[in-house]
Each structure stands twice: as structure tokens, then as C-alpha cells.
């Protein structure tokens, strides 16, 4: 059984079909939203960070919502194994009281972001001259600004509403904000969704950028007044941008897509619209890393962990899962290290076609 699938676009796919694979044809990574699904590829992220883009010399883009930007952001960090490690301990280990109020989560989530970064974390990140790290938030507008959960709830709604009807609508209540260390990346100046704005990364804001990123509304509160932003309330990343449905080429180079599937769901509103599919033009030149099928069926309760599993599982039952996942998720690094030493197993990349979630 493979544990690794792999799935690209038709630039990526003849590019690797020609060349092979190596770390120099990839310019960009990316990183979905998506909480705990982010531990079937830990294993992947520790080989990507402490192996195939190790010792690099050109610079590597991160761009991530939420969980994703989480877990890019260690990339930025001057020992990005150690940071990926201490975001996979302390998240999978996160503990809650019986009834957690959003106060109790919002604390829990500024600890883990303290905690991943330490005392340097921040400023290496906005200063890191080879890795340049995107991540994407959104400023809450009209109701879902409000800290009222009655108000919040109904701007949520009418957001939804918008969304389904048609996707730009969402930027009436959402304006997707980049914070960005180094230039910002090509693909990015592309985003014209939402009214998107770019706000260069400093020391004293990429904790409240990352918070912010991860701020799930009604979960988790929205991040106020992030120095060096347009003032507002900030949020969760993954309301505009819960898998990318946004151009994302830069030159000629490649981007390197770990992910938990192979579709995409454009944003978080859009996880009910099974008609709302991202654009295969965006992903002409991503190559996607995704868990198989079988991979995913042996895994604890045959799937990926998720949010649910805070709901629907008791505290020790779901460490036991979560750390199981984690262990397991080093077969995806080990056969993708193996495609990239010997080329075995690249006839089995399949073309990508952006698919209906």
C-alpha cells in the first residue's frame, strides 16, 4: 500500500516528468486551513523543513491560512524543526474544560502561538531573508466585527448568504489582509478578491498575525488593532482562503502543495456548496502531496483528525489517536524522499483537476 499520493497541474506534471524533482524548481509553498488535519502531514513538513529545503540558497514563499499558516511560519524560524515539533507537541496535546468558553479557547490559542515562537520566533521570521512567509488573514467588516455573539452570528449568516450566491459577495463582510515577510510574493500582488491589502511583517505583529489568522468566529475572538494594519477586527484566514482558489505562479517556478486532499474548497463558507469549485487554472503548476486513500482508511477511526474530535472523543482517547497520526505520517515523508532521491514512483502522479468539495 502507498501511503503517498501525488497529484499536478500540467505545467508541474510535465516539469517533473522532464526533470525529476528537486527543491530548486519549487519557489512557493502553501498551506491550507484545516486545525488538526495538519497531523497527517506533520511527518511531511519535518522532511520538506529539515531535508529537501535545507541548505537553501534562493528564496522559498510560504503562503497559509490558518492551521497553515501556522505550520509554514515555523519555516521562517532559525530552527524550523524544532518550531514544527513544538506546534505538533503542544497542539495535539490541547486540553479543554467540559463547557470551554471562547475565552478559555481564544487563551489556549495565544499560548500555543507563544509557545511555537518563543522569545526570538517573532523576529526571526520578519527578518528571515530566504524564507518569506505569507499569511493570510481577514478584517471583519460591518456585523462580523461585532464581539456580540447575537451579532456576530447574524453577520456570519448574511456572509454565508452572500457567498452563495456568489463568492465576490463575501467581500463585503470580509477583506482578506497578507502579512508578508520580504517582498511580497508575485502570486499574491495578483489577488484583487476582496480588496486585498499587504502589510509587511515586524516583530511586534506576526504573534497577533498568526492569531489572527487562526481565529475561528464564535471559537476563538478576533484579533483587534494588529500594529502596522489597517485598523479593525482580524479573523480567521480561512474565510477567504480555506484551501486558495487564487493564482499562485511566480515565473516559472513550481509550488509545492501539501495537503490533506486532492480538491479544493475555495473558502470556509463554501464547505456546503458542493457546486463551488476552485479554478484549474490557479493550480496549472502546483504539485498537491496528499495522504492515499488507503492511508487515510488505516488511520485511527479510518480518517483524518479534525475539529470534531475536541466533541466527539474523551481527552486520553484522542491523544492516543493524534499521536498515532503523527507517527504514521512519516511513511508520506519517507516515500516522497524516496521519489526524490531515485525518481521511483513518479509515474504515479496523476493529473490534477480542481474538484467539487
Request: hydrophobic share 45%; aromatic share 10%; proline share 7%.
Amino acid at each position: 500500500m502507498t501511503a503517498l499520493q501525488l497529484y499536478a497541474g500540467p505545467t508541474a506534471l510535465a516539469s517533473i516528468q522532464r526533470d525529476g524533482l528537486s527543491p530548486e524548481q519549487f519557489r512557493t509553498i502553501v498551506g491550507a486551513s484545516g486545525g488538526p488535519k495538519w497531523f497527517v502531514l506533520y511527518g511531511l513538513d519535518r522532511y520538506l523543513a529539515g531535508e529537501f529545503f535545507a541548505g537553501r540558497r534562493q528564496p522559498l514563499e510560504t503562503i497559509g491560512s490558518s492551521a497553515g499558516a501556522w505550520r509554514l511560519s515555523c519555516l521562517g524560524l532559525a530552527d524550523p524543526l524544532a518550531g514544527i515539533d513544538r506546534l505538533a507537541w503542544h497542539y495535539s496535546r490541547e486540553r479543554y474544560s467540559a463547557r470551554p468558553t471562547t475565552q478559555e479557547i481564544t487563551a489556549a490559542a495565544a499560548r500555543l502561538v507563544t509557545l511555537v515562537l518563543g522569545p526570538e520566533g517573532a523576529a526571526q521570521i520578519a527578518g528571515n531573508p530566504l524564507v518569506r512567509v505569507h499569511i493570510v488573514a481577514d478584517r471583519a467588516r460591518t456585523l462580523v466585527s461585532s464581539d456580540r455573539k447575537l451579532l456576530l452570528g447574524a453577520g456570519l449568516g448574511l456572509s454565508a448568504l452572500g457567498n452563495a450566491l456568489s463568492r465576490r459577495l463575501l467581500g463585503q463582510f470580509f477583506q482578506r489582509v497578507v502579512f508578508h515577510a520580504g517582498p511580497v510574493s508575485q502570486a499574491v500582488q495578483q489577488w484583487r478578491e476582496f480588496n486585498t491589502v499587504c502589510v509587511p511583517l515586524r516583530p511586534d505583529n506576526v504573534a497577533a498575525a498568526l492569531l489572527a489568522s487562526g481565529a475561528i468566529p464564535i471559537i476563538i475572538d478576533g484579533v483587534r488593532d494588529i500594529p502596522g494594519a489597517p485598523p479593525g477586527v482580524y479573523r480567521d484566514g480561512g474565510i477567504t482562503d480555506y484551501h486558495f482558489d487564487a493564482p499562485l505562479r511566480q515565473g516559472d517556478g513550481l509550488v509545492l502543495y501539501p495537503h490533506f486532499y486532492s480538491r479544493f474548497t475555495p473558502g470556509w463558507f463554501d464547505k456546503s456548496l458542493p457546486w463551488r469549485s476552485a479554478d484549474p487554472a490557479n493550480f496549472d503548476n502546483v504539485l498537491v502531496l496528499a495522504p492515499s486513500p488507503a492511508f487515510v482508511a488505516g488511520l485511527p477511526y479510518g480518517k483524518i483528525p479534525d475539529r470534531k474530535d475536541f466533541e466527539t472523543l474523551d481527552d486520553a482517547t484522542r491523544f492516543a489517536c493524534w499521536q498515532t497520526v503523527l507517527s504514521e505520517s512519516a511513511r508520506l515523508a519517507d516515500e516522497f524522499s524516496t521519489m526524490v532521491r531515485t525518481g521511483q514512483g513518479l509515474e504515479r502522479i496523476l493529473p490534477l483537476a480542481a474538484a467539487p468539495h
